[in-house]
């Protein structure tokens, strides 16, 4: 048997409900009485570990739908999206799709949302730093350079739209938080998060200052980044959700025209 053919059937061992392969099991220096048994206690230690990881990067989710079906879905995922790579906790990036069609909690549409929330948590509080631009930095361009000046989002950022209350369901399932039953389920809401000094924070954006954020992560000079967002919110203040981004250190240093 060749060397990834192997890790491929341990591999679905490991992650697979279910008998032990034979073939796989004549292949272990045990004596052939505790293979099993001793296969068995390295699979139940694999599948523990990936379901701690995803019990850490979803804990409202695990609140939301109890332990024992959180528990029920992890292991369903583990099995149909095994990691793809050595990182755990870049493991689960497609939770969030997976509840959609995780049929015992059809009956909480607005649960995937929630789990997409919560990946971006964890996205930003293992992203790589950036250098974060300044007010200061801003205020030497010249004025006459200003519409054209391209301005990044940190790595360290991330924003998303949802036809859902997800900030206030996430809010309510925090210490001291609102309690759940005084979310109007009817609104929408979109997110910024982002980390500050280790720390990851979170807060409502308006329809504007999420096409504003959109239109920074393309790198549009910065005329057009105002533009798009007072089209999609003629009321928008774009001067202030520039200063308060600048102050969260949320942008990066700019890329000159050259």
């Known amino acids: 048997m060749r060397l990834a053919e192997w890790q491929t059937r341990m591999r679905d061992t490991l992650l697979e409900p279910g008998g ?36 850490a990067a979803f804990p409202v989710i695990r609140q939301l739908i109890g332990a024992e079906c959180f528990t029920a879905a ?34 909480l549409p607005w649960l995937a949302d929630v789990a997409r929330l919560e990946w971006a948590r964890n996205e930003a509080l293992f992203a790589a730093e950036s250098a974060a631009l300044t007010p200061a930095q801003l205020a030497t361009v010249p004025p006459e350079e200003l519409g054209d ?44 998060i ?33 533009e798009s967002g007072l089209e999609s919110d003629p009321t928008l203040d774009f001067s202030a959700a520039l200063a308060r981004w600048l102050s969260e250190r949320v942008l990066e ?4 025209n050259a």
Not at 32 to 50: I, W
Not at 253 to 256: G, H, L, N, V
Request: contains cysteine; hydrophobic residues 50%; aromatic residues 8%.
């Open 194 to 226: 982002w980390r500050r000094n280790g720390v990851v924070r979170q807060g409502l954006l308006t329809a504007g200052e999420c096409a504003l954020l959109t239109a920074f992560a393309a790198q549009r000079p910065l005329a057009e980044v105002a």
């Open 149 to 192: 000046l391209r301005i990044k989002v940190r790595p360290t950022t991330r924003w998303l739209a949802s036809v859902w209350p997800i900030h206030a369901i996430w809010a309510a399932h925090q210490p001291n938080g609102p309690p759940l039953e005084t979310v109007d389920l009817c609104q929408a809401e979109s997110v910024m």
């Open 253 to 256: 240093a700019p890329i000159m």
């Open 74 to 107: 992890v292991l369903t995922f583990i099995t149909e999206h095994p990691p793809q790579a050595p990182v755990l906790y870049a493991y689960s990036p497609d939770f969030a799709d997976f509840l959609t069609h995780f049929c015992p909690v059809a009956e």
């Open 20 to 55: 032990f392969d034979p073939a796989l099991l004549a292949l272990l220096a045990d004596p052939p009485h505790q293979r099993e048994r001793r296969l068995a206690v390295y699979r139940n230690n694999v599948r523990h570990a990936l379901l701690s990881v995803l019990e």
